[in-house]
């Protein structure tokens, strides 16, 4: 019965789909892409449009990308790089890939990374493993983009790290879920699409997000944001190995350049309207919170112990990686 329902659900996806592809299909090779944010106004998904109107240009038309917005279709924030790896959708804004691509999480750890300097040297040391790793689900990396820190917003009072004890704090991946256990707070996964309502019923109490990522999208949800960061995200574009084969060479490298070029733009972006959209949401009545120093320290300490057992958990792979990782920063 499940295998049917599944079945059936991929039928549902590939109908809507194809529903939405009209004539344009005839004119040259036409891909579906989705993305986890439900809002087209922020800099992911406007970086996105970009990306996807150059292919358009440079390819004549040989390749057209569609893009379908988080919560447009039925497939789960986490279940992208299923998605894409099945051919559902032919590419992705695979965000939520750690259930799928372990490995990944090294670069998720609380803590353990510090500022986007550090980060660039974390990921040129992950980057081959994360894309062995796709590789094996027939999925190809075409590149990432970098969301600033995530920081905690809440409903609640939350002014310092000791009032997320008690509060129920959605997280993004398992990592942050731990960190969160470990202040005494619940954590809660779910998808971008899923949150104003969770936070408007109560589900959850607060988030860990960036500004210029669900900060701003839902700050008339939210009362405080304290500015300790925790975890960057990295969100990657990918495509279903089978499909970008079978486009023409030059095609192939046209779309390479272009997502490689442009996805370094919706970093730099998001990087540059943090404080201000930040300062904004303080003047619209948020109370922001500067990070205090004791606090930074005491949850590095609280959480550096768990570095060494996540990697025990997911293997000798795991293991080797983060020890490259902490060499390189002294951490």
Do not use: C
């Amino acid at each position: 019965m499940k295998r049917r329902s599944h079945a059936l659900g991929l039928l549902a996806i590939i109908a809507t789909i194809a529903a939405g592809r009209g004539a344009s299909a005839e004119a040259g090779t036409s891909w579906d892409m989705y993305v986890y944010n439900p809002v087209a106004t922020v800099s992911a998904v406007k970086g996105i449009d970009k990306i996807i109107a150059e292919i358009e240009k440079e390819t004549n038309g040989a390749l057209t990308i569609r893009l379908h917005l988080g919560g447009s279709l039925p497939i789960k924030t986490t279940n992208i790089t299923q998605a894409v790896s099945q051919g559902i959708v032919q590419m992705g804004d695979d965000g939520y890939f750690l259930g799928n691509v372990p490995i990944g999480g090294v670069l998720r750890l609380p803590m353990l990374i510090h500022t986007p300097e550090e980060f660039q040297k974390a990921q040129a040391i992950m980057q081959p493993y994360i894309e062995k790793a796709f590789a094996k689900k027939g999925v190809i990396v075409l590149g990432t983009y970098i969301y600033p820190f995530q920081v905690p917003f809440s409903r609640k009072k939350l002014t310092d790290l000791a009032d997320i004890k008690g509060q129920k704090i959605r997280v993004t991946s398992p990592e942050q879920g731990e960190f969160i256990q470990k202040l005494g707070g619940a954590p809660v996964t779910l998808g971008a699409p899923e949150v104003p309502s969770a936070l408007d019923r109560g589900v959850v109490d607060g988030v860990l997000t960036a500004s210029s990522g669900g900060g701003n999208t839902w700050r008339d949800l939210l009362k405080y944001n304290y500015r300790l960061g925790i975890n960057y995200f990295d969100s990657l574009i990918v495509v279903n190995k089978v499909a970008f084969e079978k486009l023409a060479p030059d095609v192939q490298a046209k779309v390479r350049k272009i997502v490689a070029d442009l996805t370094p733009s919706i970093t730099a972006a998001m990087a540059k309207e943090e404080d201000d959209l930040t300062q904004k949401m303080a003047a619209g009545g948020m109370i922001v919170t500067p990070k205090k120093p004791e606090d930074v320290s005491a949850a590095e300490k609280l959480i550096a112990p768990y570095w060494d057992s996540w990697a025990k958990q997911k293997g000798p792979e795991a293991i080797e990686a983060l020890g490259k990782v902490r060499a390189a920063l002294g951490r």
